[in-house]
């Protein structure tokens, strides 16, 4: 099968576990029967839900997205593909980095208001531990309204700015 896809890629804060349960509850939102790991998530689930832990063979954790069991047909199929419908499965890759990450520059800052961007633009950036994560939607969010939204969903589930560079 072809690669497909698009991924969209993230560093993000030790957060992430608690943000994933918000992002799988707006999952369950946009798809009341949604499926996660190829299965049917029962109702209530995001509450109880905990990010699995990478095994120890170095390679990402995913968690993968789809309306139910025709989307997961097509995503076998087709791979990342839209449907009649302009949706298609998503999923999201992400690894644990336990040590520091420093960057020299921020720059780009999207936050909940310009003086909080103004205030960190240009600065310097340290996280103890961070998550790099992908996520994967069928097509660009620059272009692509369903895959907008998915990121969109991903960003409001972290308190964050939702608008999404194009």
């Known amino acids: ?5 698009h991924s969209t890629d993230l560093v993000v804060d030790a957060s992430f576990p608690e943000g994933m349960r918000r992002f799988i509850g707006r999952g369950q939102q946009r798809w009341p029967g949604l499926f996660l790991y190829g299965e049917p998530l029962p109702p209530g689930a995001p509450a109880d839900w905990r990010l699995p832990e ?5 390679l990402s954790g995913i968690v993968t997205f789809s309306s139910g069991q025709e989307m997961e047909d097509l995503w076998e199929e087709h791979g990342y593909a839209l449907d009649a419908e302009g949706q298609g499965p998503y999923a999201v890759f992400y690894r644990h980095h336990a040590q520091p990450l420093h960057a020299a520059t921020v720059s780009g800052v999207h936050a909940s208001s310009r003086e ?3 205030a960190v633009e240009g600065t310097r950036l340290l996280l103890s531990q961070y998550y790099a994560v992908s996520i994967v939607t069928p097509e660009d969010p620059g272009t692509d309204p369903f895959s907008r939204s998915v ?3 991903f960003l409001a589930s972290f308190g964050g700015p939702t608008a999404t560079p194009v």
């Open 151 to 153: 990121l969109h969903d």
């Open 54 to 58: 990478p095994d120890d063979d170095g």
């Open 1 to 5: 099968m072809d690669l497909t896809g």
């Open 116 to 118: 909080d961007a103004a």
